[in-house]
């Protein structure tokens, strides 16, 4: 089975600073998709930034990019300009492009956002 | 669109009962998985439907169980509680079965006694 290994539990980034979320997997497929989502203290789950293993450019949703190396398989998330909605846990999720809905989901980083 | 909605937001049960939970997903969307969110072992696949037919299952006991119906709304269900389901239960939804992006609900937190 595929693991997303995110090493930092919680991490913490000043307002209108930058901030990068990492996070790896393990696979021996080569094509798949990646997710970043966020879970506010309200629970719901939101999609932040999706990428496509096949290609090579990084995904941009407005103030979030990624890095992502697959030869590394390596998938950070960038958060720039920092605000205190960012305030959350983050999830990297695998999802193999086999078909079928089944995530694996990393452990999460709590994200703080100081004032 | 409205979202992905669950029902009960909140329940508290006591072992050996048993339980069912309701996910009505994104108008159109015909997937529906389920996942266990727990602080010890984070986020775990429960199962998917599509089209009212179970499509992929994670590794839980045969305690957890689920059906979708016609109009792509499903339920899960778990048999003889344990402790140990304590949990919060999150619905999500994608278009297909093969459309990759999934989108949640806000859940059902469960409370064994």
């Known amino acids: 089975a595929q693991t997303v290994t995110q090493s930092q539990p919680e991490m913490s980034v000043q307002e209108a600073e930058t901030v990068t979320l990492s996070c790896t997997y393990d696979t021996s497929e080569s094509d798949y998709y990646l997710f970043w989502y966020k879970q506010p203290p309200s629970r719901q789950m939101i999609l932040v930034i999706r990428?496509?293993?096949?290609?090579?450019q990084n995904a941009t949703e407005n103030r979030f990019s990624v890095n992502f190396q697959k030869a590394a398989k390596s998938f950070s998330l960038k958060i720039s300009d920092s605000q205190l909605g960012d305030a959350a846990m983050y999830f990297c999720a695998y999802r193999s492009a086999l078909g079928g809905n089944q995530f694996y989901f990393g452990t999460g980083t709590s994200l703080t956002v100081i004032p | 669109k409205a979202g992905v909605t669950q029902t009960p937001r909140y329940l508290i049960k006591t072992r050996g009962q048993q339980v069912t939970l309701s996910c009505s997903p994104i108008s159109g969307h015909r997937s529906v998985s389920w996942y266990q969110q727990t602080p010890g072992q984070g986020l775990q696949f429960l199962f998917e439907y599509f089209s009212e037919t179970q499509r992929n299952k994670g590794n839980f006991p045969g305690r957890f169980s689920g059906r979708q119906f016609s109009n792509s709304r499903s339920e899960m269900n778990v048999s003889t509680l344990e402790l140990g389901d304590s949990a919060l239960y999150l619905c999500a939804s994608s278009l297909g079965h093969t459309q990759e992006t999934q989108y949640f609900g806000p859940g059902t937190r469960l409370l064994v006694l």
């Open positions: 990428q496509e293993a096949y290609k090579q």
